[in-house]
């Protein structure tokens, strides 16, 4: 089976000021590692990927993401938030190769950056 | 390139009623899915197909059907349907199990 927690219901940061949203999976063979942002309304907008190789993962608008499988988490990480960052935020996996072709999502965690 | 399109974007209905929610998507992606999203349970898998005449059941399949007998298309059926059901439902695609879904804008509904 495949699963994904988010520990945080809500993250307040600073504008300026670094940020991370948490994220741990679990899964039988290697991870294929997803984020997704929502604003109010709206589908889901894909962030960043893990499939192989680097651990330290580039995405949209500034996100990165770091894959540490011995302790099975790929944080999101962001040097400097904006306002405009502010959404909801959800880690997805899938069992990579084979299994399940599905993917799992998270519960979600709001992002809240105060001026 | 409209991406993923569903229609209606917001439905009401009664107990017991049945309707479609539909799903076209214009990229030629092979993979497509239905999720259901709930206050704070993130998106669970409804139903999903890996392509044309092959579908599956996802996480909470009951009281949903599914068909797909086009790349493009994946309505979502609700053949009775009940206030438990009322939530939004997202349908997604992608190219390849190793790409990102893109998703459509949803489908509120509201059972009374």
């Known amino acids: 089976a495949q699963s994904v927690a988010q520990p945080e219901d809500q993250v307040n940061v600073a504008e300026g000021n670094p940020l991370t949203v948490k994220c741990t999976y679990s899964?039988?063979?290697?991870?294929?590692l997803f984020w997704y942002v929502q604003y109010p309304n709206r589908g889901l907008q894909f962030l960043l990927k893990?499939?192989?190789?680097?651990?330290l993962v580039k995405g949209s608008y500034g996100f990165e993401a770091e894959f540490n499988k011995s302790q099975t988490s790929f944080h999101l990480k962001k040097p400097s938030a904006l306002v405009s960052d502010s959404a909801l935020y959800f880690c997805?996996?899938?069992?990579?190769?084979?299994?399940?072709?599905?993917?799992?999502f998270g519960s979600g965690t709001r992002l809240q950056v105060q001026p | 390139n409209a991406g993923v399109t569903q229609t209606p974007k917001f439905q009401v209905l009664k107990t017991g009623q049945s309707m479609t929610l539909q799903c076209a998507q214009d990229?030629?992606?092979?993979?497509m899915s239905w999720y259901r999203q709930d206050p704070g349970m993130g998106l669970r898998l409804i139903h999903y197909s890996v392509g044309a005449g092959i579908t599956d059941q996802g996480e909470v399949p009951n009281g949903y059907n599914v068909s797909r007998s086009t790349t493009e298309d994946f309505p979502l059926r609700l053949l009775s349907a009940a206030p438990s059901q009322t939530s939004v439902y997202f349908c997604?695609?992608?190219?390849?199990?190793?790409?990102?879904?893109?998703f459509g804008d949803g489908t509120r509904l509201s059972i009374l």
């Open positions: 997805a996996v899938r069992e990579g190769d084979t299994g399940r072709r599905a993917l799992t």
């Open positions: 990229m030629n992606h092979e993979y």
């Open positions: 893990y499939i192989t190789g680097d651990n």
């Open positions: 899964v039988s063979g290697n991870p294929y």
């Open positions: 997604a695609s992608r190219r390849s199990h190793d790409q990102p879904q893109h």
